[in-house]
């Protein structure tokens, strides 16, 4: 729906950046997670966060990360979300929440409704609610390209702001915004041309479905 926030994951270069903000992107997020091939460097990172204006959250994604990666991260990058996208407890999103003093996206991954059963707990825990695809034999906890049966959300509500993910692309997110209500979406895999190559035109493409979606 056009006041849908987008969230477009796994920038990596300062052009698709600037595009995706110039598009009305409201989130982007920056991989930290080497086996990724959406990874990106501190460096690379340090450089691309500050370039993000004051009206875009810049969300970092992290998969069951230590301190020792936070630390680095989080005191070097300019930041305004951690997305935890891993198995992390509704405990560790309150220990990082503590210690950090940064808001927590806890990554829920979906296949089936028990796959739902503990999502109060998150929710009393992380301050928005990503619900991502769980495919079966997939080798990467996020960025798989594939989509749930959005009916496990329907009728769901949420005290958390919430993002819908997973195998979202310029061609269906309008069916998803039809079927759900979400206060996000989130894409990475839905608008690259290769794992990891962002195409522009696809962003665009993308951004504007959902800005034009009743």
Known sequence: MANTAVKICGLSDPGNLSITIEAG???VGFVFYEPSPRNVSFDIAW???RAVPTSVRSVGLFVDPDNALLDRVLTG???DMVQLHGSETPGRINEIKDKYKMPVMKAIRVREESDLDGVEGFEA???WLLFDSKPEKATLPGGTGHKFDWSLLEGRSFSKPWMLGGGLTPENVRDALA???PDAVDVSSGVESAPG???PEKIKAFIEAVKTTI
């Open 125 to 127: 825990a992380a301050d």
């Open 25 to 27: 992107a409201r989130f």
């Open 179 to 181: 079927q759900l209500s």
């Open 47 to 49: 450089n691309l966060a």
């Open 197 to 199: 190559q962002k195409d």
């Open 77 to 79: 990058v300019q930041l």
